[in-house]
């Protein structure tokens, strides 16, 4: 394989992460646009992190992290590019990143009825929680 570099996404980079997005079959969100990416680069530049493999985006995590809780969201590796190691790159980039603004504990938002997605977070360690539910509303 190519060198692969993980970076921070940059302002410019929104197209790019969406058409990841999309291609990479990522549940749809209300925040799959321009204007939230923009959003999330201008709160916290460093969070979207992207994958780079000769030259070209192939996949994408959110690291967040609000000072209390570190969450990964929207890891995404384009089809042709998986089982490369990409997404064990993008996260272990994730976690040292968390873990310099002193995250303790991290927690991955994943689909549950997406087996290959439970299988790989459990290969990287991530233990599911049953005893959280997630609810979400409009704001």
């Not at 197209?15 to 079959?25: G, S």
Request: contains cysteine.
């Amino acid at each position: 394989m190519s060198e692969l570099r993980i970076r921070p996404a940059k302002t410019g980079d929104g197209e790019t992460v969406l058409r990841i997005w999309r291609e990479a079959d990522a549940v749809v969100s209300t925040t799959d646009d321009l204007d939230a990416v923009r959003v999330l680069l201008d709160r916290d530049p460093d969070a979207l992190l992207i994958a780079e493999l000769d030259g070209h985006c192939v996949g994408t995590l959110i690291a967040g992290w609000d000072g209390w809780r570190a969450n990964l969201y929207r890891l995404a590796v384009l089809p042709g590019w998986r089982r490369r190691g990409i997404a064990r790159a993008l996260v272990e980039t994730a976690e040292a990143r968390l873990r310099s603004l002193s995250a303790r504990r991290g927690a991955a938002v994943v689909v549950i009825d997406h087996d290959h997605a439970t299988a790989f977070w459990r290969s990287m360690h991530y233990e599911l929680d049953e005893r959280i539910g997630r609810f979400a509303k409009m704001l």
